[in-house]
């Protein structure tokens, strides 16, 4: 019995003479290794078809060279091998490789008060290119966090003054005095509300590895983000976007910052 040759597609010539941009597979599903822990990703793979003659590429040589991710833990050396493998199986086609990772990295964080501590998430992206030689990683990560308005907070401050002065319109006070009226509900007049909160950070890495859980810690703990950033080792480049989720009015609050991007 012969074997029955099937057609290359991505070979065959096509009516339309264009070159594309990306061409490739979005959404798939696989395992990869990140510092030790196996996690389920989503992977966008793709290379440039700079041939415009050319139909298209072969899609199966992207999924099979995400293999690599699955044996090995998430570095710089794996991804450049992978994009190299992906401009390797389409010699003459492409000049460009790209990998786009997205996954839920998990940190056990202690309670306020109690000690217990519990699981949360931080969505993570990679992205990857590889283009004429030139190499580029980039991370993204967003950070919840609780805020306060600070609008509320000056109208609480002014709430609780007016009465004071109310209560105590001329009256030479002790200290245990104002300390036990601040203990009373007059003396918490009105509160300043919280805000869920959103830092999105995005950076370009240098010649090392990306500490993960480094970075979100120094990003949970700073309270000024870009010069944080900054002061990071491994980092040679920087986006940055706050987002305070108003509770009193139909819009948010957002700040940006870069740095040598």
């Known amino acids: ?21 990306w061409v490739g597979m979005c959404g798939i599903a696989l395992p990869i290794v990140v510092e ?52 390797g199986s389409h010699q003459g086609l492409s000049n460009r490789a790209y990998l786009h990772l997205r996954f839920d990295y998990l940190l056990k964080r202690p309670a306020l ?67 036990d009226w601040l203990g009373t509900s007059n003396g918490v007049v009105a509160t300043p509300h919280s805000q869920r909160s959103l830092a999105r950070l995005h950076v370009r890495l240098g010649e090392g590895e990306l500490d993960i859980q480094a970075f979100i810690d120094r990003a949970e703990a700073a309270r000024r983000l870009h010069r944080a950033l900054r002061q990071m080792p491994g980092i040679a480049a920087f986006k940055l976007r706050v987002e305070h989720a108003e509770s009193l009015h139909a819009h948010d609050a957002v700040a940006a910052s870069h740095w040598r991007w």
């Open 1 to 21: 019995m012969t074997s029955l040759a099937l057609p290359d597609v991505a070979a065959q010539s096509s009516d339309q003479s264009q070159p594309l941009d």
């Open 113 to 179: 008060i109690s000690p217990l501590a519990g699981w949360k998430h931080y969505p993570i992206t990679v992205n990857a290119r590889l283009e004429n030689g030139m190499f580029h990683v980039e991370h993204s990560v967003d950070v919840a966090y609780s805020s306060t308005c600070p609008c509320s907070a000056a109208l609480a401050r002014q709430l609780i003054q007016a009465q004071f002065d109310s209560d105590f319109p001329a009256q030479q006070l002790d200290r245990q005095s104002v300390r």
């Open 36 to 87: 030790g822990r196996c996690l389920s990703a989503r992977a966008d793979a793709g290379v440039s078809l700079d041939d415009g003659t050319a139909r298209g590429i072969h899609m199966s040589r992207l999924y099979l060279a995400l293999e690599a991710l699955e044996q090995q833990p998430l570095s710089r050396r794996v991804l450049r091998r992978v994009l190299e493998q992906f401009l």
